[in-house]
């Protein structure tokens, strides 16, 4: 299995940046594809972006498309996102998901099918 803390969290004023890092360990990090979810208290966890296991691909929600970006390091055993021009709706909390399984492109959009999660880091934006 895989083990994911995140980081990189914190409070920002809109249209500010952040950058979360998901920190995984175990050896077979390369086989796992990403993602990122957010869950703002009273909502349901909602999709924010993934990444197939090689990097080739990414997917991301139609409410970050163009402001975030996500990436992957399998040599250091992280992947990141990157949060442009934030805004107050983006405020949640945001996790780290791995999916050991092969998926479909419509697959990485689904919690269900992330099997390891990380802890989640606070990402608030201000108004």
């Known amino acids: 299995q895989v083990q994911l803390v995140e980081s990189g969290g914190g409070l920002v004023q809109a249209g500010g940046s952040l950058r979360l890092s998901c920190a995984a360990s175990?050896?077979?990090?390369?086989?796992?594809?990403m993602g990122w979810f957010r869950q703002a208290p009273g909502n349901e966890r909602e999709f924010v972006a993934a990444?197939?296991?090689?990097?080739?691909?990414?997917y991301y929600a139609d409410s970050v498309k163009g402001r975030f970006t996500i990436s992957r390091d399998n040599a250091k055993n992280t992947v990141y996102l990157q949060m442009n021009s934030l805004k107050p709706e983006d405020t949640a909390l945001y996790y780290c998901?791995?999916?050991?399984?092969?998926?479909?492109?419509?697959?990485?959009?689904?919690?269900?099918?992330?099997?390891?999660w990380g802890q989640g880091t606070q990402v608030t934006v201000s108004s």
């Open positions: 998901a791995a999916a050991r399984s092969l998926m479909t492109r419509w697959e990485y959009l689904s919690a269900w099918k992330y099997g390891y």
């Open positions: 175990g050896r077979t990090f390369s086989s796992y594809g």
């Open positions: 990444i197939t296991a090689s990097g080739s691909t990414t």
